[in-house]
């Protein structure tokens, strides 16, 4: 990194965070391989790479980046659709595969004046708008699986990655809304005035997951 660039970059707690830090000492950078192991921690140096990692919330990442406290963040897809946050997308990480969808009961059938309940609210809105469906939206922050077996809602819109969690409640996989990946993004004024630690960072990484793409 060069003299002079510190970057601060926001990453999530958790899973996406320890496949990031995968990808970061892939491409050459001396990051410690159990920088993940403490989860108290809510800043992380490590200065002989420049770096300083901001440890937050999921949801919050674009927030860090956006607002320029964070020069860079690794965040999913599904938040950044969500957040719609004023960030540059700069890099699919390919980390974390998943996707979006709607899930409900297996024996749903249409009903008048439905409901979903979502996590992302905003994504559930857009995504049944633009299919000239009207439905009322209700945002929950946890156990979104349980609204319809409750009767609160119809229909769910959450992440699915194996299905394991929508099958163990009764429920299954009715439309796919968009696949899932993490990204790395940065701020608009540090991609201008650190222009050559940011590209130096996403090109490193870009090649790594590239590299990764080649089939054996």
Not at 33 to 49: C, G, H, I, Y
Not at 95 to 123: E, F, H, M, Q
Request: glycine fraction near 6%; hydrophobic fraction near 40%; include cysteine.
């Amino acid at each position: 990194m060069d003299e002079g660039e510190k970057l601060v970059v926001a990453m999530p707690k958790g899973r996406i965070f320890e496949e990031a830090l995968v990808l970061l000492r892939e491409s050459g950078l001396s990051v410690p391989a159990d920088l993940a192991t403490d989860s108290r921690k809510l800043t992380v140096e490590v200065p002989e790479e420049g770096l300083s990692f901001l440890m937050v919330k999921p949801m919050d990442v674009p927030t860090y980046v956006e607002h320029g406290v964070a020069d860079l963040g690794v965040v999913g897809k599904d938040v950044l659709m969500e957040e719609e946050r004023d960030v540059y997308e700069l890099l699919d990480l390919g980390i974390s595969p998943c996707r979006i969808s709607v899930a409900g009961t297996r024996d749903w059938k249409p009903v008048l004046n439905p409901k979903v309940a979502s996590k992302y609210p905003r994504i559930a809105d857009r995504y049944f708008r633009e299919k000239g469906q009207q439905v009322e939206v209700i945002h929950l922050n946890g156990s979104v699986e349980l609204a319809p077996l409750i009767g609160l809602a119809d229909r769910i819109v959450d992440i699915v990655s194996t299905g394991r969690t929508l099958q163990e409640n009764g429920l299954v996989e009715l439309e796919e809304i968009a696949p899932i990946t993490s990204r790395l993004i940065a701020n608009r004024a540090s991609y201008r005035l650190k222009s050559t630690a940011v590209n130096g960072m996403a090109e490193r990484m870009s090649r790594v997951v590239h590299k990764k793409e080649v089939p054996l």
